[in-house]
């Protein structure tokens, strides 16, 4: 029934630009917050992102602050990441997942490992490579 469908991965050179989009269906989509969590090779779960339900709050894990930006359109069901200045360390699969309750604190996760069962709802995540 709930499906998160992420778009817009792909190969990028170095201080390129990338948009991922994460299409949503099957849950009151302007109700959850939306978070972005990758998976570089070898490594584990990095929370990257959230947005609350309307947009009005959004947070970042130190290492993409502007960099990325994360919004969303609740007219479409959908969030977005802006990834600009490319860099090799953002390499990974990213995925875009939910929850019916809050994640770590208020959503924001730095610093915390993250795991599978943090989230209710994933996707099935794209791949963005950055290479040089």
């Known amino acids: 029934e709930v499906q998160l469908v992420e778009s817009g991965g792909g190969l990028v050179q170095r201080g390129g630009s990338l948009r991922l989009s994460c299409a949503a269906s099957?849950?009151?989509?302007?109700?959850?917050?939306m978070y972005w969590v990758r998976q570089a090779p070898g490594k584990g779960l990095e929370w990257v992102s959230v947005?609350?339900?309307?947009?009005?709050?959004?947070d970042y894990t130190e290492s993409v602050k502007g960099r990325f930006t994360i919004s969303r359109d609740n007219a479409k069901n959908t969030v977005y990441l802006q990834m600009n200045s490319l860099k090799s360390e953002d390499t990974a699969l990213y995925y875009c997942?939910?929850?019916?309750?809050?994640?770590?604190?208020?959503?924001?996760?730095?610093?915390?490992?993250?795991?599978?069962?943090?989230?209710?709802?994933w996707g099935q995540g794209t791949q963005v490579t950055v290479s040089s």
């Open positions: 997942a939910t929850k019916s309750t809050t994640v770590c604190s208020r959503g924001y996760c730095d610093t915390q490992k993250i795991e599978r069962k943090d989230f209710d709802y």
């Open positions: 099957g849950f009151t989509f302007n109700t959850y917050w």
């Open positions: 947005i609350d339900s309307r947009g009005g709050r959004t």
